[in-house]
């Protein structure tokens, strides 16, 4: 029952912890005292050493941790055309923290030309021997944050416009990592795991926008990025319902978008978080279509306490009674640093715990 191709049965969903050099370094660039290209060579330095630790571990599929970004979705959207950073009068309410006050704004026609993070995959591709996965947030990032987005009205007088163009510049950029070389990229879609979530949906109503249109919308999008890939490529989506310094933004079953999961969605697996009761029960995996894959995200990267085998065994027969065990895989529920702040545990139990994925899958999967 092991896996050959992506998803792997021990997986992960991609962001590690920054460490000490790297936070020092990026501090460091942002008040002038180092160069670009000094900062870029720790970057190199410590993506290095976790690919080695990633692969030592007995991953699969590898990633840069994300240590180029300070966000999981911004850092992508800024590099789109059309669209620049915004700094907003407040950040986004998590359970008792709010996030830095950092957004963006389209302000021309979107497109997509080129990125730096073509050239970050092929780092990660070029210093791997095993699969090397890159991530990038799902169109919805760039809409769905619960506080209207800043859109220059002269560019798109209509919302239909908007998501036209955000679709095509998505399919080029998938497009362009495919021809970089890439066959296994992770679309992170929190905004359609947040629809599960009941003061989410409220909050879009608020603002003048339908939840169930919505749904359909960022589903649709997400099949445009995918609709000109190789026959030989990936595309997962990562579903949670925020991370940000240990804490969430929302909470609610997979029941309210089952429907658009594994009915409209075209995507070959699904990374879902399900490390605690906010997420819900396995219910929904019973629509699982034949063919796909979905990894069971029951290890928190939210706290460092590391799950016990037989809990984790546990709930992945769970899951078997409603999706083919052949069907499921193993990872966290989701990355350990969506942010460069990362989240509350230690280097030392982020690498437990994806020894113990590992292990889990190994034992269960063989």
Not at 83 to 93: L, P, Q, R, Y
Not at 96 to 104: P, W
Not at 112 to 123: Q, R, T
Request: with cysteine; net charge negative; proline share 4%.
């Amino acid at each position: 029952m092991k896996r050959t191709k992506p998803p792997f049965r021990a997986d992960h969903v991609g962001s590690l912890l920054r460490p000490a050099a790297l936070k020092e370094a990026r501090a460091r660039r942002a008040t002038g005292e180092i160069s670009a290209a000094d900062l870029k060579t720790v970057e190199d330095r410590e993506i290095e050493r976790i690919i080695r630790k990633q692969e030592e571990v007995g991953l699969q599929s590898v990633t840069d941790g994300e240590f180029r970004r300070s966000w999981w979705h911004l850092d992508f959207l800024w590099g789109l055309d059309g669209v620049e950073k915004h700094v907003m009068d407040t950040g986004i309410a998590f359970a008792g923290v709010n996030t830095r006050a950092e957004g963006l704004k389209v302000t021309g026609k979107i497109g997509f030309s080129s990125h730096p993070m073509i050239e970050h995959f092929k780092f990660v591709a070029a210093h791997t021997k095993v699969t090397p996965k890159i991530t990038i947030p799902a169109p919805s990032a760039a809409y769905g944050r619960p506080m209207p987005t800043p859109i220059d009205k002269q560019a798109y007088p209509e919302l239909d416009g908007f998501f036209h163009d955000l679709g095509q510049a998505y399919g080029r950029a998938v497009r362009a990592f495919a021809d970089a070389g890439c066959r296994y990229l992770q679309l992170d879609e929190v905004f359609i795991a947040m629809l599960c979530d009941e003061k989410y949906r409220q909050q879009m109503r608020d603002r003048g926008d339908d939840p169930e249109r919505l749904g359909e919308i960022y589903g649709d999008l997400i099949n445009v990025a995918m609709s000109d890939i190789p026959a030989d490529m990936t595309i997962t989506m990562h579903m949670c319902r925020g991370n940000y310094k240990s804490t969430f933004m929302g909470a609610g079953g997979y029941e309210a978008v089952q429907e658009i999961l594994f009915n409209k969605i075209n995507v070959h697996g699904y990374f879902m978080e399900y490390d605690d009761a906010r997420s819900g029960g396995f219910e929904p995996l019973r629509m699982l279509p034949k063919g796909k894959q979905v990894v069971l995200g029951i290890v928190t990267t939210k706290t460092g306490r590391l799950e016990s085998k037989d809990d984790l065994k546990r709930r992945i027969e769970e899951a078997a009674r409603y999706a083919p065990l052949d069907q499921l895989c193993l990872s966290g529920q989701c990355g350990f640093a969506s942010t460069e702040e990362g989240n509350v545990l230690t280097e030392d139990e982020q690498w437990a715990k994806l020894a113990r994925i590992v292990e889990v899958a190994e034992e269960v999967w063989g």
